[in-house]
């Protein structure tokens, strides 16, 4: 993989709060965002939603990728919990406090070879969560 990618998604006003997301996949379905009430009608994700799932994606990945790419287990299907948190920074603006993530796997751990090392560096591989966390 090279160094540097870039991507480009197109976002689209439908109206009011509403926007259509085409992503640059061919085949890739469209996206409908939207912000909750009483800003918006609640039609789709908003941005702070699709950042939590951008987050649980990537660590529900990453830590799949170690158990079945590197490590060749079988772990069963992995399931992401993300409750995320909305404050109000020093200027009363709102922003994402933090996430919690709660990762549940189909198996139990101790019967997936190399689960601890797994569990060890799953995170660091993360392309979301890290790229967050740096700022």
């Known amino acids: 993989m090279p160094e540097s990618q870039a991507f480009t998604l197109e976002l689209e006003q439908i ?25 918006g009608h609640a039609r789709g994700p908003n941005a702070a939603r699709l950042i939590a799932a951008a987050v649980g994606n990537c660590l529900a990945a990453s830590l799949v990728f170690c158990m079945a790419g590197k490590f060749k287990q079988k772990p069963g299907p992995v399931r992401a919990n993300v409750t995320g948190h909305i404050e109000r920074n020093e200027h009363g603006r709102l922003r994402i406090g933090g996430f919690e993530v709660t990762l549940k796997l189909s198996d139990t751990a101790a019967s997936i070879g190399h689960f601890d090392r797994c569990l060890e560096q ?5 392309i979301a969560t890290q790229s967050i966390r740096q700022g």
Do not use: S, T
Not at 15 to 39: I, M, Q, S, T
Not at 122 to 126: A, G, H, K, L, V
């Open 15 to 39: 109206e009011g709060y509403e926007f259509r997301v085409k992503f640059d996949w061919p085949g890739n379905a469209e996206l409908l965002l939207d912000e909750p009430e009483p800003l």
């Open 122 to 126: 799953f995170e660091d591989f993360c």
